[in-house]
């Protein structure tokens, strides 16, 4: 059974930066398409970002491209999420995922719907101040 917990979570004013990550054990963790979602308060969640398993593709919502940057960390087991620039509209539990197909050369809109990950972290408060 894979487990995925996140850190890295706080609070930042606006303009700072936070790092989360994400440790996934109990699976072939390069297999997996790792994406990373957030539920701002009182809505939906939605899709922030992945990259993709076989060639480490990143994909990221327009609202965070430019600011955002995932990336599979220095531990085989680690996926980061680099958080720039941040505003408080990016205030959100962020949670992050694993899609486990293993299809190769799927894409955006694929990655981007959280029906298609099998594995959920149970999420990391990240609240921005203005």
């Known amino acids: 059974q894979v487990q995925l917990v996140e850190s890295g979570g706080g609070l930042v004013q606006a303009g700072g930066s936070l790092r989360l990550s994400c440790a996934a054990s109990?699976?072939?963790?390069?297999?997996?398409?790792m994406g990373w979602f957030r539920q701002p308060p009182g809505k939906e969640r939605e899709f922030v970002a992945a990259?993709?398993?076989?060639?480490?593709?990143?994909y990221y919502t327009d609202s965070v491209k430019g600011r955002f940057t995932t990336t599979r960390g220095s531990s085989a087991n680690t996926v980061t999420l680099q958080m720039n620039s941040l505003k408080p509209e990016d205030t959100a539990v962020y949670y992050c995922?694993?899609?486990?197909?293993?299809?190769?050369?799927?894409?955006?809109?694929?990655?981007?719907?959280?029906?298609?990950?099998?594995?959920w972290g149970q999420g990391t408060q990240v609240t921005v101040s203005s």
């Open positions: 990259i993709r398993w076989h060639d480490d593709t990143p």
């Open positions: 995922a694993a899609e486990a197909s293993r299809r190769m050369f799927l894409g955006a809109t694929y990655y981007s719907s959280e029906e298609n990950y099998s594995y």
């Open positions: 109990g699976g072939t963790f390069s297999r997996y398409t």
